[in-house]
């Protein structure tokens, strides 16, 4: 019983590199998104997607980029990583488009901890 | 632009202790969501809410949702060192093009000491 995998739980990066992080969930989730979470912040959106093919912007997009190509896959990509995108990484799903409607919580994989120097 | 407060901010109880944690708003939501989440991991959710005065009871944790949909509580009786972790409650909100949106409070950090 799968549900959301991420990979890798830690990364430590150089600023100016670029890196994918990984999320894959088996649970045929049409809703797909990408938070941060900094001490103070609490959980803010970066990008999300309703379905294969369909991405958005959320509330921090900026240095990000989305795709998904599959129901199942959904990577986030630093472009050129910055001390500032130092953070713990949260990828959620959800079965339909409303995360936040009765029958559809989201499902949070267990984070990838990123550390940018 | 923080829309949901969530106090106190940090919590530290002896067990067996009772405790409430709210969540306020200014804004009125479809829906409210209590999420558990436990070091290294990410938030489980423990309950939605959905209906103004709303009670719902996981053993003994109590979730309300207020009359007017703006706020939430949730009380824990009898404290355990397994309740420990980050509370955190989310708001469905509509946004322009009646869109869901989900807002996140900042989290309450409970410590039960045994």
């Known amino acids: 019983n799968a549900g959301v995998t991420q990979t890798p739980k830690f990364q430590v990066l150089k600023t100016g590199q670029s890196m994918t992080l990984q999320c894959a969930q088996d649970m045929n989730h049409e809703y797909m998104s990408w938070y941060r979470q900094d001490p103070g912040m609490g959980l803010r959106l970066i990008h999300y997607?309703?379905?294969?093919?369909?991405?958005d912007q959320g509330e921090v997009p900026n240095g990000y980029n989305v795709s998904r190509s599959t129901t199942e896959d959904f990577p986030l990509r630093l472009l050129s990583a910055a001390p500032s995108q130092t953070s713990v990484y949260f990828c959620a799903s959800s079965f339909t488009a409303f995360p936040s409607s009765y029958n559809s919580p989201l499902h949070f994989g267990n984070g990838t901890r990123l550390t940018v120097t | 632009t923080q829309l949901l407060e969530q106090s106190p901010q940090f919590l530290s109880i002896q067990e067996g202790e009772n405790l409430t944690v709210y969540c306020n708003s200014s804004s009125v939501f479809s829906s409210l969501q209590w999420y558990r989440q436990e070091p290294g991991e990410g938030p489980v959710l423990l309950v939605t809410?959905?209906?103004g005065g709303e009670v719902k009871k996981l053993k003994r944790l109590t979730f309300q949702f207020g009359d007017a949909r703006k706020d939430s509580s949730l009380h824990i009786t009898a404290a355990q060192p397994g309740d420990t972790g980050l509370y955190l409650c989310?708001?469905?909100?509509?946004?322009?093009?009646?869109?869901?949106?989900?807002?996140w409070g900042l989290g309450t950090s409970l410590a039960v000491n045994p």
């Open positions: 997607s309703v379905g294969a093919g369909i991405t």
């Open positions: 989310a708001g469905g909100l509509y946004n322009a093009g009646n869109n869901r949106k989900l807002i």
């Open positions: 809410v959905v209906t």
